[in-house]
């Protein structure tokens, strides 16, 4: 494997896990620990990722890139899972949902319960493509531009959520500060800013790794936020920040 080919799969296991460790790649890739450290100075200098004690996180450069197909639309990282696994057992019988189109998003499928009748409505026709066969499943897809990520999020589809009315909306974001929830794109935060308000119960799912920054575009305060399930990497700080702001967090465990 060539250099470039290793940090371009170090940049994917970021977006996976939020979190690389020197030692752990030098393993992977069976480099030295030098090798890679090299990796992780010139890829910060190319402003991919931000170097820690031991490793690396991911930093607003990184989030900003399109996700791989494989990642957005693969099985989901150890902290996904989790979060997805509590997020569905707070769907009821004839509810209707709002699921986006983020990596997260596609991990819940696998988790969606089929013993009840619910409406889903998405603006994502990678997630309605898995969800068309589902019999116990109401189907509903926002129409508009449809993006290389297979997302509706123009003008177009923003008019379309204005129509409808959520029971629940699982909600994520690029970045969580104290300021709120934040993306990359004006025009997604303009999009999920309409859903939201349209929405009676949201639910945010944010990795451990999203907290504390802020990206180009805010569109939603925390304290409008019913509840956010995160992992048991988030720091105790973060958690506090959120209750501060009277929001319950719920913190998932990846058994």
């Known amino acids: ?39 992780l100075s010139i890829m910060e200098e190319q402003g991919l990722l931000k170097r820690t004690h031991g490793g690396a996180i991911p930093i607003n450069n990184v989030r900003n890139m399109a996700q791989p197909r494989s990642i957005r639309y693969g099985e989901g990282s150890v902290y996904q899972n989790a979060i997805a696994k509590l997020a569905v057992t707070f ?79 699982f909600g994520t974001a690029g970045a969580l500060s104290s300021k709120g929830l934040s993306t990359a794109t004006p025009e997604v935060s303009i999009f999920h800013k309409t859903v939201f308000n349209n929405s009676r119960k949201i639910i945010a799912l944010i990795e451990h790794f999203k907290f ?12 409008r936020l019913n509840i956010i399930i995160t992992d048991h990497e988030t720091k105790a700080e973060d958690i506090n920040m959120v209750k501060t702001q009277g929001v319950e967090i719920l913190v998932a465990n990846n058994n």
């Open 91 to 169: 769907i009821k019988e004839n509810q209707t949902i709002f699921i986006g189109g983020a990596a997260i998003h596609f991990a819940i499928l696998k988790y969606l319960p089929k013993e009840i009748s619910y409406t889903v409505v998405t603006n994502s026709v990678e997630i309605a493509y898995q969800l068309r066969d589902l019999g116990n499943i109401q189907l509903y897809v926002i129409g508009g531009f449809v993006k290389g990520s297979g997302n509706m999020t123009d003008a177009l589809a923003n008019e379309f959520a204005q129509q409808f009315t959520f029971d629940l909306c």
């Open 1 to 39: 494997m060539f250099s470039d080919e290793r940090r371009q799969e170090i940049v994917k296991l970021l977006e996976e896990n939020g979190r690389v460790w020197a030692k752990d790649l030098a393993s992977k890739f069976e480099k030295s620990i030098d090798s890679i450290r090299r990796d």
């Open 212 to 223: 504390g920054d802020d990206m180009f575009s805010s569109f939603y305060p925390v304290n």
